[in-house]
T-cell receptor, first 114, second 110 residues
């Protein structure tokens, strides 16, 4: 079956611009996670959705970052007024239910802020 | 804060056995996971330990000692395709948001 997909695969933007990153989880997976990964580092947790609601958004670095999952499937991570420090690979993962450590990751979106 | 320590790099030859250690200091703990990530690829789940002891899955085994805040991933019969980064990750809560270490790059040579 299809895995987690993310679009776009690459995004280059200018400082101060707004970007949206999309994640399509595995069909039927109720839990969805966003992470970001900088070069040479492990993934860093951003936000966790259980169904449509954000169950834990403690990893969002500031109020420029926001994510939605309106129908409990596709999720969009939104970044306002991008900064050069936001450059990273943004990873999405899903799992059948919350509370399992077996998360299925997508290939990521590489965001570059010039 | 949360802290996970693992070696930055390990080298080995094909057919050998290698152990990648992970020590952690975290405010909560539900379990320890291991993920593999090839260069430019997505992390893929390898194993999970919630209780002390050894879990074996084919050529890979993972161990946990909760009292020592320590775990390791053991890879046997190494193959060239095992060259990748390996991350330990702690589940701090029951819903398994993961806190990852910085990763160990494993280089397998012929």
């Amino acid at each position: 079956g299809a895995g987690v997909s993310q679009t776009p695969s690459n995004k280059v933007t200018e400082k101060g611009k707004y970007v949206e990153l999309r994640c399509d989880p595995i069909s039927g997976h109720t839990a969805l996670y966003w992470y970001r990964q900088s070069l040479g580092q492990g993934p860093e947790f951003l936000i966790y959705f259980q169904g449509t609601g954000a169950a834990d958004d403690s990893g969002l670095p500031n109020d420029r970052f926001f994510a939605v999952r309106p129908e409990g499937s596709v999720s969009t991570l939104k970044i306002q007024r991008t900064e050069r420090g936001d450059s990273a690979v943004y990873l999405c993962a899903s799992s059948l239910i919350g509370g399992t450590s077996e998360q299925f990751f997508g290939p990521g979106t590489r965001l570059t802020v010039l | 804060g949360q802290s996970l320590e693992q070696p930055s790099e390990v080298t080995a030859v094909e057919g050998a056995i290698v152990q990648i250690n992970c020590t952690y200091q975290t405010s909560g703990f539900y379990g320890l996971s291991w993920y593999q990530q090839h260069d430019g690829g997505a992390p893929t789940f390898l194993s999970y330990n919630a209780l002390d002891g050894l879990e074996e899955t084919g050529r890979f085994s993972s161990f946990l000692s909760r009292s020592d805040s320590y775990g390791y991933l053991l890879l046997q019969e190494l193959q060239m395709k095992d060259s990748a980064s390996y991350f330990c990750a702690v589940s701090l809560t029951g819903y398994s948001t993961l806190t990852f270490g910085k990763g160990t790059m494993l280089l397998v040579s012929p």
